[in-house]
């Protein structure tokens, strides 16, 4: 007889198996550590190394069948990158388990040389919150709400690469007209509304309320249902970039909003993100501003985890809609020291799309991250999901809970803060922004930097 699944690895089941119907059921495999958890999402049957290493991994792979006795006819390690300059990174099809494979290779060459085929994506592995969003009755405001700086974000860019803006975006959400620049792309055509549709707009719609004089574009690089393999970072991101300079006069945009990401195997730097960030170090009035992940734990969330090591790169985590006295994080966020800076991500309201929407994920009727005897929060979105198969109706708005909107009001505060000094970059701005941050009295209840956007209420229980 089979047990019933814990809510929170229900959930997981049906966060997955929406990557899976998107990318096909073969190619989405589960890593879990020694508990069993999820830790991150992965290609089976490639590995992912550098060209430049593809020698060396072809060698180890060799020995690595002879020394098992896998048949000759069995032995697939075919490159199926093309042989280019600008492939530094190159994807190849291998036989047997890539985990172990990968094991192998650590021990011969050295841990690195080969990682998986990570899959990145809006919600890779976590439990909460859900990664859904909800109705919001009546005429609801945006949460934030619109900045009455009107002139805040003035002269400033951002680009966005999500899954790009819903169709009718700007019909009645006036903080979004006016805004996008010509350079966009359009979300899932699709009839009715698909899961993660209209995340980018969300972000678009956040980022605009907090400066809502900002030019922005965006980019739906992300329509598989919020998913894209590792191999393929190297096909979006700096074309998309280059897209953007061709239209801008050869210029990078201010700030780049990632509100994506994934753990890795053994916490390494992603390879499919290395040159993305080598080219970002050359544009340094550019800022990478990335959502810190929603595992609830310290584990290294990528490409977030880069503001450990580059200063450009802010990595940010959410706080709770209602907190008793100073503000707290969330039950869901990433936290730890490569955590930049923490913003409210919980609860907000914003620009959505329009139609019917069928839940996938499961109800849960308490906290997944919070166990006992640490007692869960008044306002919990864990238990925001009105369960699975529930249909409902989306009016352009929202309520949304995330990382992923915890970081364009960051983005939208650096915005602000360049407009008003002329000629300020956007490495300054961050520079003072944290400096107000890390404050005495302006951090959190557990120690970290906190920034709110303008008219954020107070501290105080629902």
Request: proline letters at 9%.
């Amino acid at each position: 007889m089979a047990h019933p699944l814990d809510p929170a690895e229900a959930r997981l089941k049906a966060q997955v198996e929406t990557i899976r119907t998107a990318f096909g059921e073969d190619h989405v495999g589960i890593a879990t550590n020694g508990s069993g958890k999820a830790t991150f999402l992965y290609e089976p049957g490639h590995l992912l190394t550098r060209r430049i290493d593809l020698p060396q991994v072809r060698r180890a792979l060799q020995e690595i069948y002879r020394s098992d006795d896998v048949p000759r006819q069995d032995r697939l390690d075919e490159v199926l990158t093309p042989d280019s300059a600008e492939r530094t990174v190159v994807r190849m099809r291998v036989h047997g388990d890539v985990l172990y494979l990968l094991k192998r290779l650590d021990t011969l060459i050295g841990a690195g040389k080969a990682t998986p085929n990570h899959i990145f994506s809006i919600s890779p592995v976590a439990a909460c919150p859900s990664g859904e969003p909800q109705v919001v009755c009546g005429c609801p405001d945006p949460l934030p709400e619109w900045n009455c700086d009107r002139c805040a974000g003035e002269g400033v860019t951002v680009l966005i690469i999500d899954t790009g803006l819903v169709d009718g975006y700007e019909r009645e959400h006036p903080w979004l007209k006016g805004g996008p620049d010509p350079w966009l792309s359009l979300d899932d055509p699709r009839p009715g509304i698909q899961q993660y549709e209209g995340h980018g707009t969300f972000i678009a719609g956040v980022l605009r309320c907090v400066a809502p004089r900002v030019k922005f574009g965006v980019s739906n690089a992300l329509l598989n249902a919020g998913g894209i393999c590792e191999d393929n970072l190297v096909d979006i991101l700096l074309p998309t970039l280059a897209g953007w300079q061709l239209a801008h006069n050869d210029a990078w945009p201010d700030i780049v909003n990632l509100s994506w990401g994934s753990p890795t195997r053994l916490s390494l730097p992603p390879l499919g993100l290395e040159r993305f960030i080598q080219e970002l170090e050359k544009h340094p009035d550019t800022v990478l501003v990335a959502a810190a992940g929603n595992d609830g734990s310290t584990n290294l969330f990528w490409p977030a985890a880069y503001a450990a090591q580059y200063p450009q790169v802010i990595a940010v985590g959410a706080l709770r809609r209602y907190a008793v006295g100073r503000q707290q994080r969330t039950c869901f966020t990433n936290y730890g020291d490569w955590v930049t800076v923490f913003a409210p991500g919980e609860w907000l309201v914003n620009a959505f799309g329009w139609g019917r929407y069928a839940y996938k994920e499961p109800y849960s009727d308490h906290c997944l991250h919070l166990r006992p005897p640490v007692p869960s929060y008044a306002g919990c979105t864990c238990v925001e999901s009105p369960g699975q198969y529930t249909q409902t109706t989306f009016d352009g708005m929202a309520r949304w809970s995330g990382t992923s909107f915890a970081a364009p009001v960051v983005a939208g505060l650096i915005a602000a803060t360049m407009s008003r000094t002329s000629g300020m970059s956007a490495v300054k701005a961050v520079n003072e922004l944290l400096a107000k941050a890390e404050a005495p009295g302006r951090r959190a209840a557990t120690g970290e930097p906190v920034l709110l956007p303008p008219g954020w209420p107070a501290a105080g229980s629902p």
